[in-house]
């Protein structure tokens, strides 16, 4: 004599206990995917607006003598920058960053006067759209 549950009472029991995890889960997982398709769109959005952005540096000018180097940053296209800041790159391979708590509308313009070291490699303006950025080299930069 066979003793245990019949095979249909075990199928029912099984499809019984996946359908009761998969509504556990199905909560938690609703609102993953809702968290996460926010998330995108909200970067996509800042994406796009960025593609209309771009940013130029434009008479630098290094004084050796007190080690300040002073230069134009001009916002060049259709939307605002903000979190503007400079990186300075020096010949040993370090960076300073040059917090200028600066912001730029479309078309505007400002000066920058700053402290920086003699060794300087090149000048990076960044701002607030990771793909807005301009870079000047050294041989770009007057000398006085």
Same mark, same amino acid.
Request: with cysteine; proline share 2%; charged share 20%.
């Given at each position: 004599?066979? +003793?245990?549950?019949?095979? !249909? =009472?075990? &199928?029912?029991?099984?499809?019984? !206990?996946? =359908?009761? *995890?998969?509504? =556990?889960?199905?909560?938690?997982?609703?609102? @993953?995917? #809702? &968290? /996460?398709?926010?998330?995108?769109?909200?970067?996509?959005?800042?994406?796009?607006?960025?593609?209309?952005?771009?940013? $130029? !540096?434009?008479?630098?000018?290094?004084?050796?003598? /007190?080690?300040?180097?002073?230069?134009?940053?001009?916002?060049?296209?259709? =939307?605002?920058?903000?979190?503007?800041?400079?990186?300075? @790159?020096?010949?040993?391979?370090?960076?300073?960053?040059?917090?200028?708590?600066?912001? !730029?509308?479309?078309?505007? +313009?400002? *000066? @920058?006067?700053?402290?920086?070291?003699?060794?300087?490699? #090149?000048?990076?303006?960044?701002?607030?759209?990771?793909? *807005?950025?301009?870079?000047?080299?050294?041989? $770009?930069? &007057?000398?006085?």
């Amino acid at each position: 004599m066979k +003793k245990g549950i019949s095979p !249909l =009472i075990a &199928s029912v029991l099984l499809i019984a !206990l996946v =359908i009761g *995890v998969a509504g =556990i889960y199905s909560g938690w997982f609703s609102n @993953f995917i #809702k &968290s /996460i398709t926010a998330m995108i769109g909200t970067h996509e959005d800042i994406r796009i607006k960025c593609t209309y952005g771009d940013i $130029y !540096l434009r008479n630098l000018v290094y004084n050796s003598t /007190i080690g300040n180097l002073t230069g134009e940053i001009e916002n060049t296209d259709i =939307i605002p920058l903000g979190n503007i800041d400079l990186e300075i @790159f020096y010949n040993n391979a370090t960076k300073e960053d040059k917090d200028l708590n600066m912001e !730029l509308n479309p078309g505007e +313009k400002d *000066v @920058f006067n700053i402290a920086i070291g003699s060794n300087h490699q #090149k000048v990076r303006v960044v701002t607030n759209c990771s793909n *807005v950025v301009d870079e000047v080299d050294i041989g $770009y930069i &007057s000398q006085v």
